[in-house]
Nanobody, 125 residues
Framework: QVQLVESGGGLVQAGGSLRLSCAAS????????MGWFRQAPGKEREFVAA????????AYADSVRGRFTISRDNAKNTVYLQMNSLKPENTAVYYC??????????????????WGQGTQVTVSS
């Protein structure tokens, strides 16, 4: 089992940047593919970005491609989400998630096995 703890959320003005971190503990971090999801009030949880265990590929939601970057440091057991050019519609609770199918990128929340508690990102206009 793995425990995930997100950090780095906060309040930022439109056009600003934030970097989210997700620290993992427990089983070997490199055993997992990692993803970022978000959920705004009254909406379903949606895919943001994902990365397999070996960093050889990434996937992004169309709405964030070119502005957000997912990366991971297996030596530090951490996955990151760099968010640039933030927009008010990016306001949500952001969650990191781990999938035991480490070589595959999934966009569906149900394919992930472990979740963090989430970190709030608020973008003001």
């Amino acid at each position: 089992q793995v425990q995930l703890v997100e950090s780095g959320g906060g309040l930022v003005q439109a056009g600003g940047s934030l970097r989210l971190s997700c620290a993992a503990s427990g089983r070997t971090f490199s055993s997992y593919a990692m993803g970022w999801f978000r959920q705004a009030p009254g909406k379903e949880r949606e895919f943001v970005a994902a990365i397999p265990w070996n960093n050889d590929n990434t996937a992004y939601a169309d709405s964030v491609r070119g502005r957000f970057t997912i990366s991971r440091d297996n030596a530090k057991n951490t996955v990151y989400l760099q968010m640039n050019s933030l927009k008010p519609e990016n306001t949500a609770v952001y969650y990191c998630a781990a999938s035991v199918t480490r070589g595959v990128i999934f966009r569906t929340p149900s394919r992930y096995d472990y979740w963090g508690q989430g970190t709030q990102v608020t973008v003001s206009s």
